[in-house]
């Protein structure tokens, strides 16, 4: 049974589709990096709280893998939206 938070709608022919993969998901697409605030929620820099989760995020995974040097999050220039992470791993080769 699906309930209101699913992030699935049906097509016209009975498929199930993603809602941001429809032609109503597109309206309102950033167009830098294709994220849409309207189809899914988003990690914003602007706001306070996703920046402390993005922070808790990064200790998290650096602690969890002590290969990696440094975690630094990649923000969209045009809406604010988080688009992934960039890793360095340390070089132990001297």
């Known amino acids: 049974m699906m309930t209101s ?3 699935l709608v049906m097509d016209d022919d009975g498929s199930y ?3 941001h993969k429809t032609q109503k998901g597109k309206d309102g697409d950033c167009v830098k990096c294709g994220q849409n605030p309207k189809s899914q929620e988003l990690t914003i820099k602007d706001n306070e709280l996703d920046v402390q989760m993005v922070g808790s995020v990064i200790e998290n995974h650096l602690n ?3 290969n990696h040097k440094s975690m630094l999050p990649n923000w969209c220039d045009e809406c604010g939206a988080l ?3 960039k ?3 340390k070089d ?3």
């Open 83 to 85: 688009i992934d992470y």
């Open 92 to 94: 132990d080769r001297n």
């Open 17 to 19: 589709m993603l809602k």
């Open 87 to 89: 890793i360095k791993i």
């Open 64 to 66: 969890k893998y002590p």
């Open 5 to 7: 938070t699913d992030n």
